[in-house]
Antibody, heavy 121, light 113 residues
Framework: EVQLLESGGGLVQPGGSLRLSCAAS????????MSWVRQAPGKGLEWVSVISDSGGSTYYADSVKGRFTFSRDNSKNTLYLQMNSLRVEDTAVYYCGKLGRSSTHSHADYWGQGTLVIVSS | DIVMTQSPDSLAVSLGERATINCKSS????????????LAWYQQKPGQPPKLLIYWASTRESGVPDRFRGSGSGTDFTLTISSLQAEDVAVYYC?????????FGPGTKVDIK
């Protein structure tokens, strides 16, 4: 059974940093591209980033480009989202998603339960 | 960026009746090299992560009831729930994965009338 478990969320001040983790199990992580999306309280889904199966390619939404870094350690079955220079508007539940294939241009077929990030002074 | 729009914003349908949600992209998401539309539909219930229903615009995900049907091509797409059940109350999102950023529609809330 595919499982994605996000962690690392919490309360942080504007300008601060957080690192989210996503522990993957039940599938061969190295065979799939992965993604992060977020959802601000009471709002819709916003795509954040995608990483290729090897980690060699990453892409970001303009809203986080230059501040967030998506990486993966396939040997540890774990993905990371390093978030720097956090802003109030980054407050959201962050979901880790498994894509349907190795290509970054794919739908996500599984999502974790999410981790809440609150950016506030 | 490809802008995704959905209509209506919300709808209320009687149990057993049909629900239809429309999704429109600001440019085509059809890849002519493989003839696939890079369009997915997700269902999200309160307090839960999104759940994949449909991908490649019309391929139903394994385990999804056959009352859910995706159709359309190019820039215009539709999600149809043929006979609404109580457990279908949710927000439904379309997403294009043709061009980065992979944008979502704003969502359509489906309720029981």
């Amino acid at each position: 059974e595919v499982q994605l478990l996000e962690s690392g969320g919490g309360l942080v001040q504007p300008g601060g940093s957080l690192r989210l983790s996503c522990a993957a199990s039940g599938f061969t992580l190295s065979s799939y591209a992965m993604s992060w999306v977020r959802q601000a309280p009471g709002k819709g889904l916003e795509w954040v980033s995608v990483i290729s199966d090897s980690g060699g390619s990453t892409y970001y939404a303009d809203s986080v480009k230059g501040r967030f870094t998506f990486s993966r350690d396939n040997s540890k079955n774990t993905l990371y989202l390093q978030m720097n220079s956090l802003r109030v508007e980054d407050t959201a539940v962050y979901y880790c998603g498994k894509l349907g294939r190795s290509s970054t241009h794919s739908h996500a077929d599984y999502w974790g339960q999410g981790t809440l990030v609150i950016v506030s002074s | 960026d490809i802008v995704m729009t959905q209509s209506p914003d919300s709808l209320a349908v009687s149990l057993g009746e049909r629900a239809t949600i429309n999704c429109k992209s600001s440019q085509s998401v059809l890849n002519s090299s493989n003839n696939k539309n890079y369009l997915a539909w997700y269902q999200q219930k309160p307090g839960q992560p999104p759940k994949l229903l449909i991908y490649w615009a019309s391929t139903r995900e394994s385990g999804v009831p056959d009352r859910f049907r995706g159709s359309g091509s190019g820039t215009d797409f539709t999600l149809t729930i043929s006979s609404l059940q109580a457990e279908d109350v949710a927000v439904y999102y379309c997403q294009q994965y043709y061009n980065i950023p992979f944008t979502f529609g704003p969502g359509t809330k489906v309720d029981i009338k």
